[in-house]
């Protein structure tokens, strides 16, 4: 039924114990109220019938029976009813406020829906019925104005069963002969006949709603009501693929199943409409996925991106490993040369440190530092007090080793860590006692510069990265150069298939080949040869009985079933 916007009563008033907000909806038979229940603070939906000449006792009951699916409906897609009284006579329906847009509004705009979107709706109203119908409801009225569109379009609710009846039960009145329920445009052939009308009538209009959401018009379009009625009962709709475009063929046979003029020709049930809708949904999804992937890519590229990608893994995994095992060569090769450089130096400082002549130990270190020997050196007596040091500054102060930003080592009596000395930058630092008969007489700091091994790993990276770089390129080039030869045979085959399926049954494939490209071009050629000597040894047309003069010449070709059939040039 169509509604339009109504202004708010101008007094408050209730209805039985539901306080009146606005009226939002009116219709030919009802209005639609906006209410609050005060018992729980809830805002609902009243229907509350109108009065006057056209409410018949008839209508009255089958508006009441409509309370009586309460307790039968519940489903996520199925507006909730929760209530039913009268008020001055007047019979009324609480149910589920819902300040949505109707599928009838989105029409209106005429929007096109995608047609996935266009199967997900589908799906929940083939659920939606299919719960109803075997809770032995019938709907009798579905049209866009009862479908609203929650969650932006993504979810539909079906409303309104005021002209549905129970299917079930001694008690229920039947619709007299003759009576249409229902929106005209929308209706089964059995509702527009006066016959009675079980769930699949529901599917027929829900098959027609899908027609005009996939092609942008009604199926039935006759402008007063006889031509429609004629329509509907006698005529077919036009084909889907007739008017909207990229529908896919399951589709376009399942909106035309909903629509077959007997309900035994359509689906028996919406679970089974939705089965269907839901492999057209899945096969859609798959195809756009594919679709993707093939949108930018041929073949030969991604067999080269995906050969590449597997050889750039695996050799970066191999120059990781290779890297990893090469810094902890390094590593344990340069504290080795520290440590044995150290205990040298503790153990020549023995006697000096012992005998408190500092004199040579510090030329030792000066000349040292001069030639760059040491990195860094610091000598300190059994005090802690610094003798000898590369850096003069550090001379009679006590002694502070560097603070290790790494792990610490102690092999025996020396500790070894990673530290940032000064200016040096990163070094290996090496602490070691000085020893007279097992006796601590002072410390030798020794530092050795990491820089060498940085430079080493860093030309080794470098060259390992160059050298990847170089094997990835040529298995991308070589697979791009493997995909093209793969690819011309293919293109071979593709075209002599196309000129052999056009009536061509000469074309050969000549090229001979030893692989197995080869073996498909034989068994192509042996095909062909069994199709085009069958063909031969089939038996001729007999000539057929001239009733009248030719008027153009007639040219015969021979199809695959062994017929010959007559194609005018």
Do not use: C
């Not at 005090?383 to 000898?388: F, I, K």
Request: cysteine-free.
């Amino acid at each position: 039924m169509q509604e339009e916007r109504r202004q708010p009563p101008p007094t408050r008033y209730r209805i039985g114990r539901y306080e009146i907000e606005e009226a939002v909806a009116e219709g030919s038979t009802a209005v639609v109220y906006r209410a609050r229940d005060p018992a729980i603070g809830r805002t609902v939906a009243i229907k509350l019938l109108k009065t006057g000449p056209e409410a018949d006792e008839a209508f009255l009951a089958r508006f009441e029976r409509e309370a009586q699916l309460a307790g039968a409906i519940s489903h996520p897609n199925i507006v909730t009813i929760y209530d039913v009284g009268r008020v001055n006579g007047r019979p009324f329906i609480t149910m589920e406020f819902l300040a949505e847009k109707s599928l009838a509004e989105v029409l209106g705009k005429e929007v096109r829906l995608p047609i996935k979107r266009v199967l997900s709706l589908g799906i929940q109203l083939a659920r939606a019925l299919d719960y109803a119908h075997r809770h032995g409801v019938v709907h009798r009225d579905i049209k866009p104005e009862n479908i609203l569109l929650l969650h932006k379009g993504e979810t539909v609710k079906l409303t309104d069963f005021g002209v549905a009846r129970l299917t079930r039960g001694e008690h229920v009145t039947k619709t007299q002969a003759g009576t249409l329920l229902g929106t005209p445009r929308y209706m089964s052939p059995e509702q527009a006949t006066g016959k009675d009308a079980d769930g699949r009538s529901d599917l027929f209009s829900l098959g027609a709603i899908l027609y005009q959401l996939l092609t942008g018009r009604q199926p039935f379009d006759a402008p007063n009501l006889a031509l429609l009625m004629l329509q509907i009962v006698q005529q077919d709709p036009p084909p889907v693929e007739a008017v909207a475009l990229n529908v896919p063929q399951g589709l376009q046979r399942a909106v035309h199943k909903l629509l077959a003029k007997r309900p035994d020709q359509r689906f028996q049930t919406g679970a089974q409409l939705a089965t269907v809708l839901e492999r057209e949904l899945n096969t859609l999804i798959a195809q756009e996925e594919e679709a993707a992937r093939n949108r930018v890519l041929p073949l030969r590229l991604k067999l080269a991106i995906a050969a590449g990608g597997v050889f750039a893994v695996l050799f970066l995994s191999s120059m990781g490993l290779v890297y990893h095992l090469g810094k902890g060569v390094l590593r344990n090769h340069t504290v080795s040369a520290g440590a044995v450089l150290t205990q040298f130096v503790a153990l020549h400082s023995a006697v000096p440190a012992l005998s408190g002549d500092w004199l040579p130990l510090r030329v030792f270190v000066e000349d040292g530092r001069q030639r760059r020997s040491f990195d860094y050196l610091v000598i300190a007596d059994h005090r802690n007090v610094v003798q000898a040091a590369t850096e003069s500054a550090l001379v009679g102060k006590p002694l502070r080793a560097p603070s290790p930003d790494g792990d610490m080592l102690t092999q025996s009596d020396m500790t070894v860590y990673s530290a940032t000395v000064g200016r040096g930058g990163k070094m290996f630092v090496f602490k070691a006692p000085i020893l007279f008969q097992h006796t601590n007489i002072g410390t030798v700091l020794l530092g050795v510069s990491q820089s060498g091994v940085q430079w080493v790993l860093s030309a080794m990276f470098w060259l390992m990265l160059g050298l990847g770089t170089l094997a990835v390129s040529f298995v991308v080039a070589l697979s791009q150069f493997i995909g093209l030869l793969i690819l011309r045979p293919i293109r071979l085959l593709t075209r002599t298939l196309h000129e052999f399926g056009n009536g061509d049954l000469d074309q050969r494939i000549s090229e001979r080949r030893k692989d197995e490209i080869g073996q498909i071009y034989s068994a192509f050629n042996k095909m062909a040869d069994k199709v085009q000597t069958q063909l031969m040894a089939a038996p001729p047309f007999p000539p057929a009985a001239r009733t009248e003069p030719a008027k153009r010449p007639v040219r015969l070709s021979t199809t695959l079933d062994r017929t010959l059939v007559a194609k005018r040039k």
